[in-house]
């Protein structure tokens, strides 16, 4: 394995090819999906310029990495490696995460591993990493269980980004202003994915975002919010369900979504939706760190 390094659109390019050959290898495994760091390139952070970790064959591929994000309060390392990596390589991997996250000035990190990943939670273990209370669930939905559309209430009108473009984007408020520029950098977004319900008065009530990796027949949903106000409506349930057979309809074998267990709207609403089997991610942090990610 060569090591190097990747900094800006670059490395978007190499961790969307790295995390597509961990689909290719296994159709689940993982924690996150290419479509998770195009949807965190929506708005600039400082990590995007930072010299992310990688590790390639002799092919030239991306067969492994430790991606740094900052959070604002926390910096996430975040390991990636094929499905068949030994101990021994998961263990070098991570130790020189660490490393390099410590050369550039990063102490207060943070990693979101699955508990039954016994090889990456014994590893951090031995560099004092302990679980936090921090949770993240995540489960999967399959093509052949995709759900019905449910009906929109009449004071409201659905529609994707194409049918919107004249106006500001609809994260613009929450995301900042390049957010559509920044949208349109990555490989995967489409704007007739991206939908959004309006009110009566063509404001923003809700939207939610669907994302398709054709490389790996993957959906991703993120993210999902309803303003306050119109909370209760269904809008919610209505988007989930068109963005879900949107997906699908682009050949998707099966979708994502997480969630924060927390969250018991979101819990009853995905899992009515018949996302099945939820997985409850952790946070691990060192005893130094006092802020979190999610």
Known sequence: MNEGTRSGLDYLRDVTALLQRV??????????????????????????????????????????????????????????????????????????????????????????????????????????????????????????????????????????????????????????????????????YRADHDLVVLDDAGEPAAYGMFWHDPVSSTGLVEPMRTEDEHQGRGLARHILTVGINKIFDAGAARVKISWDPANAPANKLYTEVGFKDPRRCVVVSRPEATTRRY
């Open 23 to 188: 689909r290719a290898g296994h159709p689940t495994m993982g924690i996150y999906e290419a479509a998770d760091f195009q949807w965190w390139w929506r708005k600039p952070v400082s990590t995007h310029a930072h010299p992310q970790l990688f590790w390639f064959d002799d092919d030239h591929r991306p067969a492994a990495a430790v991606i740094a994000t900052d959070w604002g309060d926390t910096i996430g390392l975040d390991p990636i490696l094929l499905p068949d990596a030994t101990p021994e390589w998961v263990a070098h991997v991570v130790e020189r995460g660490l490393a390099h996250a410590e050369e550039a000035g990063f102490v207060n990190v943070d990693f979101v591993i699955d508990p039954a990943d016994h090889v990456m939670a014994d590893v951090l273990a031995v560099h004092s990493f302990t679980k936090m209370e921090d949770e993240l669930v995540d489960a999967w939905l399959a093509a052949e269980e995709r759900p019905s559309i449910s009906a929109l209430d009449p004071a409201y009108r659905l529609a994707t980004r194409l049918e919107t473009i004249s106006a500001p984007h609809h994260m613009t408020a929450r995301s900042g202003p390049d957010v559509e520029e920044r949208l349109n950098q990555t490989p995967l």
